[in-house]
T-cell receptor, first 111, second 113 residues
Framework: GDSVTQMEGPVTLSEEAFLTINCTYT??????LFWYVQYPGEGLQLLLK?????DKGSNKGFEATYRKETTSFHLEKGSVQVSDSAVYFC??????????FGKGTRLSVIA | DTAVSQTPKYLVTQMGNDKSIKCEQN?????MYWYKQDSKKFLKIMFS???????INETVPNRFSPKSPDKAHLNLHINSLELGDSAVYFC????????????FGEGSRLTVL
């Protein structure tokens, strides 16, 4: 079925480092793509989305570009902060299911 | 004001017991969901209700029974709890026409001993 695959974690970075978390999707149609974030002890929150090829979603300094050629939607941030420590999930709709999620990537940012 | 609220937040119980988790949303959304997150953080949809009608029922044991008394509430009842039911259960809601934009509760951590 339709799915997304994201890089395994955990990822540990120093404050102000550059972040990339890779995500690729199965190429059936042109689904909307999403990044969700789960802070410790909380539910998931929508971080950003893109609805068509070449769209760039952005929020809180994070960006992701919908690339049809490489079926990818990688998450990037130029300078991470300790408060960005969380688990990040790539996701897409699939049939009747509103969202199927990747396995999540845990990010730890150290001061 | 909490948009999607679940109770209880933590639940510890013995194998074989029956338990319920309640969920309420005050966003006026039409659709509500239950997702299960296992110990490795993997999330999988269990059920979806649209305006009190069941529209998604994944391959979940029939010990799990969702109930939606109205479109603002979706409760999850679990019979004969097993060790493998230990997980975090998330309730979520969305508005029709907003593909993929779900609002999640804070989760209910169930531990079966």
């Amino acid at each position: 079925g339709d799915s997304v695959t994201q890089m395994e974690g955990p990822v540990t970075l120093s404050e102000e480092a550059f972040l990339t978390i890779n995500c690729t999707y199965t190429a059936t149609g042109y689904p909307s793509l999403f990044w969700y974030v789960q802070y410790p002890g909380e539910g998931l929150q929508l971080l950003l989305k893109a609805t068509k090829a070449d769209d760039k979603g952005s929020n809180k300094g994070f960006e992701a570009t919908y690339r049809k050629e490489t079926t990818s939607f990688h998450l990037e941030k130029g300078s991470v902060q300790v408060s960005d420590s969380a688990v990040y999930f790539c996701a897409r709709p699939s049939g009747n299911t509103p969202l199927v999620f990747g396995k999540g990537t845990r990010l730890s940012v150290i001061a | 004001d909490t948009a999607v609220s679940q109770t209880p937040k933590y639940l510890v119980t013995q194998m074989g017991n029956d338990k319920s988790i309640k969920c309420e949303q005050n966003l006026g959304h039409d659709t509500m969901y239950w997702y299960k997150q296992d110990s490795k953080k993997f999330l999988k949809i269990m059920f979806s209700y649209n305006n009190k009608e069941l529209i998604i029922n994944e391959t979940v044991p029939n010990r799990f029974s969702p109930k939606s008394p109205d479109k603002a509430h979706l409760n999850l009842h679990i019979n004969s709890l097993e060790l493998g039911d230990s997980a975090v259960y998330f309730c979520a809601s969305s508005q029709r026409g907003t593909t993929g934009e779900l609002f999640f509760g804070e989760g209910s951590r169930l531990t079966v001993l």
